[in-house]
């Protein structure tokens, strides 16, 4: 990174911690446009159960990524990382500082550090994976990965259903494993200069803010959401389809579980994955980014934050210019 690249501001964290609220307050203080860095917030469908911006939030100031793509059509990080340097053009050309705010680790690091080219894969290995993921489950895919493409499996989690099934697929339709591709070389960095903000609350904190927001999202229209989509009748295997909440929701529906036991496993599910999302920053600081300010505390919005913490933020950000 050179500093004759325009600047931009990562706003990383787990879920429930106050991401979406910093990235706001900060957008209106220094002029900016907050892009979604979420991979379940792209889904139009999902504006309750994935927390987006409110319409209200969004007329504040200007907001891309967010309900762009039908859930009907999964997302890929290619696709993400495309758009959101389009994105950030756009802010450049309006004068506007890009403040890219999300959980998801892989879409910041295929922007901050480059994305593996990997060629399309075939449909018919896309649905192969599926088939085999539906008929047996993740564990026995991962078994079958491990036998094929060993370094990968290795790599992965046998329950992370949705990157084996990725991993199978790749391997099945090119003949080669992710992590063969992944040595391959790529896109590079993107032509920015990036600052990061990490947001690290106490697991406490966190628990506490996802078994509140839950308790908001049922109020606020999440079964019908889920309904909704339910009646699409779309591929259980798609992302929107795991998003948290969906799961549970869709089963209650169902009549399959009991609206306490589908509240307690999506709060549970959603703190086991916050705890993976912090796991993960921590051990992959963004590279090339020239600083990692980390706020240690749940917040919602800057305002809430103590006067250091405060004052520390706003300086960082302002010596990106």
């Not at 798609?238 to 209650?252: K, N, S």
Request: hydrophobic share 45%.
């Amino acid at each position: 990174m050179t500093v004759d690249q325009p600047p931009a501001l990562l706003v990383a964290g787990p879920t429930a911690s106050g991401k979406s609220a910093l990235a706001l307050a900060l957008a209106e203080r220094l002029g900016g446009t907050v892009i979604n860095t979420d991979s379940m917030q792209v889904y139009r469908e999902l504006r309750v159960l994935t927390a987006r911006p409110t319409p209200e939030e969004e007329a504040r100031v200007p907001h891309g990524l967010y309900g762009v793509r039908p859930a009907a059509e999964a997302a890929s990080v290619a696709w993400w990382r495309s758009a959101a340097l389009a994105e950030m053009a756009r802010a450049r050309a309006a004068g506007r500082l890009p403040i890219l705010c999300g959980g998801t680790g892989m879409y910041f690091a295929a922007l901050v550090q480059g994305l593996t080219d990997i060629p399309p894969v075939p449909a018919r290995a896309r649905q192969e994976a599926r088939r085999l993921l539906a008929a047996h489950g993740p564990a026995a895919l991962h078994a079958r990965l491990a036998e094929v493409d060993p370094d990968t499996a290795a790599r992965l989690r046998p329950s992370d259903s949705q990157r084996v099934a990725r991993a199978y697929e790749v391997w099945h339709g090119t003949g080669r494993g992710l992590v063969a591709w992944q040595a391959g070389g790529g896109t590079g960095p993107a032509p920015w200069r990036f600052a990061t903000i990490l947001i690290d609350p106490p697991r406490e904190a966190l628990r506490a803010a996802i078994a509140t927001r839950w308790a908001a999202m049922l109020a606020a229209g999440a079964i019908e959401e889920v309904r909704a989509l339910a009646e699409q009748g779309l591929d259980p295997a798609l992302p929107a389809m795991r998003a948290h909440g969906v799961p549970e929701l869709a089963a209650m529906l169902a009549g399959r579980m009991t609206p306490e036991d589908a509240s307690r496993r999506a709060i549970l599910n959603t703190g086991q994955y916050t705890k993976r999302q912090a796991t993960w920053f921590r051990h992959h600081p963004l590279a090339d980014t020239p600083r990692v300010h980390t706020i240690h505390a749940r917040i919602a919005g800057i305002a809430q934050l103590s006067e250091s913490d405060r004052a520390g933020i706003l300086s960082f950000v302002d010596r990106m210019h």
